[in-house]
């Protein structure tokens, strides 16, 4: 097993453990740190295709989309904690489960 | 002066200017109103510019920067991206002047005035960058533009409700453009590029390629709320205000289906689709029914076109079982022609259901009772609306399900006619429905006046998704330059 396959092993799994953790979790802290384990984990997968370039040099455009998502998922994560926040403070509880009647009128 | 035109990279003016308004409506609040409706104004114009540059001249691709195209991003305007352009830019248009009305100047909300303007422009300069985009990596960051912007729309209203919509739907977005990078990823480790055209060229039919389709394929699904994967449309998309409403459901969901399309048709024509294509079709037979039945149980009008939505979207994806052998071209033209002609219906329904909402005073069905007395109209605004919806000639729904129906036939999937068929039926009583309610013999008390604003280009846009059927034929046309498919459009059955 060479360190590219390790990476993006690694990788997957912390997307796997990510997309689980998101899905089964109701506490909204630990919902949004899931989605940044899910997108550390694609980052890796990515990091670990860099390597793999000609003449040992890494290749440096994965690198370059790496440093995009990044960004990305750092606007995600603040919007999402200023809305967890938000409900918070509104309803006083930590998870989605507001009660579904909804309150168009 | 020709040639002013037709030289101009106008596609991507239709990007940078909403994304510089969007600057300078969040900088200048006061000017907002203004500066939001030249911009809506101007898009239009440029989408025209844009098809008259590419009709009469060959418009080559544009790489930003001039890098080699694994480095530099590759921007271009084939068929497909200059008709959602068009229809963004009609559609769009129609909601800022509605939104003047919806969102008055002098109100104690001011806050939601303030920021509906940038985040509305910043999604419509995303929605344009993402239609142009030949990229898989910039497809990507185009769509966490448009649902970044889409979150804090439905946040708009502020209400506990509101809230728990938009974080659900932040994390729904996230979860399906994670999948979606990650088949980006995978297949980067394979080709070392990510343009689309060079992909299509070289992409063969291995079990690593398949990995990678499905989890782009799923990722997308799960933006574009097909079932059983919709759970999270009909909260997010009621209890946003009108204008947002008929912002997501008319573009929102439609950028993740062209990214969609676009995956199909150009990337992955040479690996063997057929189990997944049948998948997609039953999920979106599914749909059409369950999302109809959905619909005509609901009390609020809002939450009846969120799920007629859930079902027109199941129209969408009868494309992929459909799209096969001499009917490729017939099914594909009918799927952008229902992306066309549903952004303008839906569109309108919402935007009229805000009108009908705002004069009756309720969002609740049996609380119309009567309504069709004084507010009339508007109400039979909403039908010719719906008519493309349900999809009676001469609407755009009306020869997209004609193409279906052809497509269907020639390649031998009698069970979607069916279906395509029963999803009519019960559209039709939906609508129905609500007529039913509306033209009750009730006496009612007079209602507040509102602004032309929120009548007139519902109206107008209700009209042009009626007869989008007699004139689409230059629609259809101008999608099919560049398209990935080159057959009749119609196959003929003859003795």
């Not at chain 1, 790496?66 to 606007?75: E, N």
């Amino acid at each position: 097993m060479n360190t590219v396959s390790l990476y993006a092993g690694s990788g997957i799994i912390l997307f796997s453990l990510g997309l689980h953790a998101l899905l089964i979790r109701r506490h909204l802290l630990r919902k949004i740190l899931a989605a940044n384990i899910m997108g550390s984990g694609v980052f890796m997968v990515f990091i670990a295709m860099g390597a793999r370039g000609e003449s040992g040099v890494a290749d440096p455009v994965p690198q370059a989309m790496v440093l995009t998502g990044i960004v990305v998922s750092l606007c995600f994560t603040a919007v999402a904690i200023v809305l967890a926040v938000r409900i918070n403070k509104l309803t006083g509880c930590t998870t989605l489960a507001v009660d579904e009647e909804s309150s168009i009128d | 002066m020709t040639e002013l035109i037709v030289q101009q990279n106008w596609f991507v003016w239709m990007t940078l200017l909403p994304l510089g308004a969007a600057v300078a409506t969040f900088l200048a609040p006061g000017q907002a109103r203004w500066i939001g409706l030249t911009t809506a104004l101007f898009l239009p114009f440029c989408a025209l510019a844009a098809i008259a540059a590419t009709v009469f001249s060959t418009a080559q691709p544009l790489t930003v920067g001039n890098w080699p195209t694994p480095l530099g991003i590759e921007l271009r305007t084939d068929g497909l991206a200059l008709v959602m352009l068009a229809v963004t830019a009609l559609v769009g248009f129609i909601i800022s002047c509605y939104a003047l009305g919806y969102f008055p100047p002098r109100q104690h909300h001011l806050s939601r005035t303030h920021y509906f303007w940038p985040l509305w422009l910043f999604l419509w300069g995303g929605c344009n960058a993402l239609f142009v985009s030949g990229d898989l990596f910039n497809l990507y960051v185009t769509l966490e533009l448009v649902s970044l912007a889409s979150v804090a729309l439905i946040a708009l209203e502020g209400g506990k409700a509101a809230l728990a919509a938009a974080l659900r739907y932040l994390f729904i977005g996230l979860l399906g453009s994670l999948a979606y990078l990650l088949g980006v990823g995978i297949l980067y480790a394979t080709y070392a590029t990510l343009d689309i055209t060079l992909l299509g060229e070289i992409i063969s039919d291995s079990r690593l390629n398949h990995a990678a389709m499905s989890l782009m394929i799923a990722g997308l699904v799960l933006k574009s709320a097909l079932f059983p994967l919709h759970f999270w449309l009909p909260q997010a998309h009621t209890m946003a205000p009108a204008p947002v409403s008929a912002v997501l459901s008319a573009l929102v969901v439609k950028a993740a289906y062209v990214v969609l399309l676009r995956l199909w048709f150009e990337v992955f024509p040479a690996l063997d689709t057929l189990a997944i294509g049948h998948l997609l079709g039953l999920l979106g037979c599914v749909a059409i029914i369950w999302g109809s039945l959905m619909a005509l149980r609901q009390e609020r009008l809002k939450l009846l076109i969120a799920y007629s939505t859930i079902a027109q979207i199941g129209y969408l994806f009868l494309v992929f079982p459909l799209a096969r052998g001499e009917a490729m071209a017939g099914a594909w033209v009918g799927g952008v022609l229902l992306m066309m002609t549903h952004a303008c219906g839906k569109a309108a329904m919402f935007l009229m259901a805000g009108t009908i909402h705002h004069t009756a005073g309720s969002d609740r069905i049996s609380r119309l009772a009567g309504a069709g007395g004084p507010i009339g109209v508007q109400v039979v605004v909403f039908t010719l609306a719906a008519a493309t919806i349900i999809g009676l000639p001469p609407s755009g729904g009306f020869f997209a399900k004609w193409l279906f129906i052809n497509a269907a036939l020639a390649t031998g999937q009698w069970w979607y006619i069916a279906i395509i068929l029963s999803g009519t039926l019960l559209a039709a009583a939906y609508i129905a429905r609500v007529l039913g309610w509306a033209f009750l013999d009730v006496k009612r008390s007079s209602y507040p006046v509102i602004p032309w604003v929120m009548k007139w280009p519902p109206l107008a846009l209700s009209v042009i998704a009626l007869v989008f059927g007699l004139i689409a034929y230059a629609p259809v046309q101008i999608a099919l330059i560049g398209a990935p498919v080159s057959v009749p459009l119609l196959v003929e059955f003859g003795p």
